[in-house]
Nanobody, 123 residues
Framework: HVQLVESGGGSVQAGGSLRLSCAASGYTLSSYCMAWFRQAPGKEREGVATINSLNTTFYGDSVKGRFTVSKDTAKYTLYLQMTNLRPEDTAMYYC??????????????????WGRGTQVTVS
């Protein structure tokens, strides 16, 4: 049974940085697709970044050049380093996993496993 737990959210001023973590259990990060999504109040969930089994990454247009996704397979942890944060980055951030895919990780809904989210607020 895959469990994902996010942490690292908080409140930060515009221009600041945060690093989110997603701890995975019952699941190895090395071989499958993982992703970060976010959802702001009143808005649809938005794909932020993906990382595949070869550590190839892909980013949504709104975060390119500012966010970096990575993983530490020894620690079973996925990360999202966020820099130059903007008020429009305010949202609940979720990590997601798809053990059925190693490549071609989609930046859209369809992942079978999700964490409960961590709140990021930028003012």
């Amino acid at each position: 049974h895959v469990q994902l737990v996010e942490s690292g959210g908080g409140s930060v001023q515009a221009g600041g940085s945060l690093r989110l973590s997603c701890a995975a259990s019952g699941y190895t990060l090395s071989s499958y697709c993982m992703a970060w999504f976010r959802q702001a109040p009143g808005k649809e969930r938005e794909g932020v970044a993906t990382i595949n089994s070869l550590n190839t990454t892909f980013y949504g247009d709104s975060v390119k050049g500012r966010f970096t996704v990575s993983k530490d397979t020894a620690k079973y942890t996925l990360y999202l380093q966020m820099t130059n944060l903007r008020p429009e980055d305010t949202a609940m951030y979720y990590c997601a996993a798809d053990p059925s895919r190693a490549y071609g990780c989609p930046l859209r809904d369809g992942y079978p496993y999700w964490g409960r989210g961590t709140q990021v607020t930028v003012s």
